[in-house]
């Protein structure tokens, strides 16, 4: 497959489900990531009926779709009752994942206070891990992504944002139904930035690569390519250099800005001296 048509689209929650494939299929976009929480697309609205129809369209037009967690609900609760909420919350996605045969979901390690971080990331590990049984039972994919920082002075900071926070996931836990997805905007956020984080990662791991721009060191925005200062030719030379065979998501802007940028990526990839095929 060429670059092109590894590159997908974050639809998240622009679209129906039914009229996200149907967009996918008019504009050639072979991935597609949706979210299932508000509206019409809300997880209880993918009953078996709806799903089968929903993967026959996916089969028939070439789409491949996949599902994203809100990284509002906080996979790292441990309050009582809530934290049985989470892990409902994010069995019932590995379920809907399988009723529209979706190929992954990615999900996220959580956040915490600041003065119970090691308590919150020993729950949302162990969270994990139970909700990883589940999908193995199932036969779904769950992809972690590492987060992106806050201010220091914040009270709340999403866990998995740094180098050694999402290896303490990532080291522990095996399973079949687990891999990554590494989102390459938040690497360059903190100070291991996209080189340190590539270099901890086995890119076989990677199913997954997220892209949009930022500023080095700066704060969370998700920008076009070349509104900020990540180095995207550097990158894809990196990650296709070093064997990764996955997809890439854009998430940024508006469904327009993500598809334009797919031919502008693939442009800057080639220049870098990768083959796009």
Known sequence: MNLLDRIGIDVGRKLVLEDAVEWAA???????????DTGDNALPSITGIRGSRIKEACARHGVTLGLHT????????????VGDAVEAYLKAYVDAAVRLGAKWIVMHAGFHFTSDKRERMRAGRERLKRVLVHAENKGALVLLENLNKEPDDAEIHYLAHTVEEWRYYFDDVVSSAFKLSFTA??????????????????????????????????????????????????LFRRLEGGGFKGHYTNAFGSLDDMLAARRELVAIAKAAGVTVG
């Open 70 to 81: 809100a990284s509002a609900v906080n996979v790292a609760e441990y309050a009582p009752y």
């Open 26 to 36: 008019e504009h050639r976009v072979r991935y597609i990531d949706i979210q299932l």
């Open 185 to 234: 905007n938040h690497a360059h956020l903190v100070p291991e930035g996209v080189t340190g984080f590539i270099d901890a990662l086995d890119l076989r791991r990677v199913e997954e690569v997220r892209l949009a721009d930022c500023f080095r060191n700066g704060h969370e925005v998700h920008l076009k390519p070349g509104a900020g200062d990540l180095d995207f030719g550097a």
